[in-house]
Nanobody
Framework: QVQLVESGGGLVQPGGSLRLSCVVSGRTSSSYHMAWFRQAPGKEREFVAAIRWSAGSTYYADSMKGRFTISRDNVKNTVYLQMNSLKPEDTAVYYC???????????????WGKGTLVTVSS
């Protein structure tokens, strides 16, 4: 089993920044893909970004490129999502997820955190 615990959400003004963290514990593997998804009120959960734990290869949803950065700290077993130039439409619950497969889609993830709420509002 793998446990994922997110933190770092909160209220931020438009144009501001936040860094989300996801602490990974349990039976982890360097071959895992770690990912961030988000779910806005009344909408489907959507892919944000992913990183291959071993190689550090990163992938982003087109709408997040240039504003969001995913990274990981192997020593701290933590995955981060740095979010800049935040917009009201970025308001959502952000979830950390892991898969030991190579496909990073909502249905393919094996483990999920409980999420952290990000609210972008003035």
């Amino acid at each position: 089993q793998v446990q994922l615990v997110e933190s770092g959400g909160g209220l931020v003004q438009p144009g501001g920044s936040l860094r989300l963290s996801c602490v990974v514990s349990g039976r982890t593997s360097s071959s895992y893909h770690m990912a961030w998804f988000r779910q806005a009120p009344g909408k489907e959960r959507e892919f944000v970004a992913a990183i291959r734990w071993s190689a550090g290869s990163t992938y982003y949803a087109d709408s997040m490129k240039g504003r969001f950065t995913i990274s990981r700290d192997n020593v701290k077993n933590t995955v981060y999502l740095q979010m800049n130039s935040l917009k009201p439409e970025d308001t959502a619950v952000y979830y950390c997820a892991a898969t030991y497969g190579t496909v990073v889609t909502k249905s393919a993830m094996n483990y999920w955190g409980k999420g952290t709420l990000v609210t972008v509002s003035s």
